[in-house]
C-alpha cells in the first residue's frame, strides 16, 4: 500500500490495522477509553508545534491528530454507531449552520451575524442532540448548568470556563480586585494547614486547589488565558534553566554538582538576559 494524499487511503490503512487476524495486534486491543489519552497528547503536540512556529512538525503533527480522528472513527463503524463520512457530515452542517451570515441565503447575508445568534444556534443543536438520543433509546440524564464544560479539559482550563459558564447568570465578582482578596484568603488558609503540627495532605490538596481556582477566576478577569500564562512561564523556566546547565557544561562540571547557591547566581544571571 502507497501512502497518498487522499484521505480514503488514510481510512484504508486503519481499516488494515484493525482488521481482526491479519491486522495490528495492538491496534486490535484498543478502544475509545484507550485510544482517548493518545488524542489528547496529540491535541497538545500540535499546539507545541505552533508554539514554536515550527511548521515542517506542525504537518507531522497535525497528521497524528488526523489520525486519531480516523482511529475513533473506524472504531465506532466496527461498533455499528457512526462512521468517518458520518462525522465529516456532522462538522460541516454544523459550520454551515453556525455561519448563516457566510453561508445562507442574501437575507442571511445581509442581516450578518446578530447578537446572540450563537448561542440561540447552539441551544438548538443541544435540543436536536437530546431529540436524537431519545428517539435511540439512550437514556438522558438531568441536564445540568455546568455539564456544557467538558471535565476532560486541563484543569486551568476547566476552571475558567466553569467561572465563565457560572458568570453568565451573574454568579461572579464584577471586578478582579474582589478576586485578588479571595486568593490572599485562600493563600492563608492554605499557609494554615501547611503549618499545621499535623498536617493533613487532603486538606493541604482541597487548600492549594482553592489557590489555583482563584488565580483563574483572577485570569479571566483579566482576560488572560490562565493555560497561556502558565505555558509562558513553563518557556521562561526552560530557557533560564538551560543557562544553568550551559554554564556548568562551561565549568566542565556535571549539573547535579553544583549547589543550589551556584544555581541560584546562574539563575540571577540568566534573569538579567530575559527579563520576560
Not at 39 to 60: C, F, G, H, M, S
Not at 96 to 106: A, Y
Request: some cysteine; glycine content about 4%.
Amino acid at each position: 500500500m502507497l501512502p497518498s494524499r487522499d484521505i480514503s487511503r488514510l481510512i484504508e490503512i486503519m481499516k488494515a490495522l484493525r482488521t481482526p487476524v491479519t491486522g495490528c495486534p495492538w491496534d486490535l486491543e484498543q478502544t475509545f477509553k484507550t485510544i482517548s489519552p493518545y488524542t489528547i497528547e496529540e491535541a497538545y503536540e500540535v499546539a507545541d508545534a505552533i508554539e514554536r512556529e515550527d511548521l515542517p512538525d506542525l504537518k507531522e503533527e497535525l497528521g497524528d491528530l488526523l489520525l486519531q480522528v480516523v482511529y475513533h472513527a473506524q472504531i465506532a463503524e466496527e461498533e455499528d454507531a457512526f462512521a468517518f463520512e458520518d462525522v465529516v457530515e456532522a462538522i460541516t452542517k454544523k459550520m454551515i449552520r453556525r455561519h448563516p451570515h457566510v453561508f445562507g441565503d442574501d437575507e442571511q447575508k445581509a442581516a450578518g451575524f446578530p447578537k446572540g445568534a450563537w448561542d440561540k444556534v447552539k441551544d438548538e443543536e443541544k435540543l436536536e442532540r437530546k431529540q436524537l438520543r431519545q428517539q435511540m433509546g439512550l437514556l438522558e440524564k438531568q441536564p445540568r448548568f455546568l455539564d456544557e464544560v467538558p471535565s476532560a479539559f486541563p484543569a486551568l482550563t476547566e476552571a475558567e470556563k466553569l467561572q465563565h459558564r457560572a458568570s453568565k447568570v451573574g454568579f461572579d465578582w464584577g471586578a478582579a480586585e474582589p478576586v485578588l482578596a479571595k486568593i490572599k484568603e485562600e493563600i492563608d488558609e492554605l499557609t494554615e494547614e501547611v503549618q499545621a503540627g499535623t498536617p493533613d495532605r487532603n486538606k493541604i490538596e482541597d487548600e492549594l486547589g482553592d489557590v489555583l481556582f482563584a488565580l483563574a477566576n483572577l485570569a479571566r478577569h483579566l482576560e488572560i488565558q490562565p493555560e497561556a500564562a502558565l505555558k509562558r512561564t513553563n518557556a521562561k523556566f526552560r530557557r533560564r534553566f538551560a543557562h544553568i546547565e550551559d554554564a556548568a557544561t562551561e565549568e566542565q562540571r556535571p549539573l547535579a554538582d553544583l549547589s543550589l547557591d551556584e544555581m541560584e547566581a546562574h539563575w540571577q544571571a540568566a534573569k538579567k538576559f530575559d527579563p520576560k
